[in-house]
């Protein structure tokens, strides 16, 4: 009896780890930069145009790496290609090709003047 009861708590513990693992992944101040910046997504931003990363909406995978390339908020983008298929941008003195699809996980802001 007692096997079977710690086999049905195991999962509750795993679950409970995972739920505590992730929730400090979670930015806190989302809804204060959605407030006072106008947040759009990368696939959306022209060619030529600077922008800051503001917060990944992805996975822990896919946001781990898109960190290891150097996309972290607060940094700088520059988009230099845009033909509907892969993004080319500038970042960290890198160029990346992004697909559409992470492209429409990664939410950016204008750039304050001074961070240009």
Request: aromatic share 2%; proline share 5%; hydrophobic share 40%.
């Amino acid at each position: 009896m007692r096997s079977t009861l710690s086999q049905m708590q195991q999962p509750l513990l795993i679950e409970s780890m995972s739920y505590h693992f992730m929730a400090p992944t979670q930015p806190t101040t989302t809804t204060k930069v959605d407030i006072h910046h106008r947040t759009r997504l990368l696939s959306s931003v022209r060619r030529g145009e600077t922008v800051q990363l503001t917060h990944i909406e992805a996975g822990r995978r896919l946001a781990r790496r898109l960190a290891e390339l150097g996309l972290t908020p607060g940094v700088t983008i520059q988009v230099l290609h845009v033909n509907g298929g892969p993004l080319l941008i500038a970042v960290r003195g890198a160029r990346l090709a992004l697909g559409k699809g992470m492209a429409e996980k990664i939410l950016v802001t204008q750039p304050e003047d001074g961070n240009v």
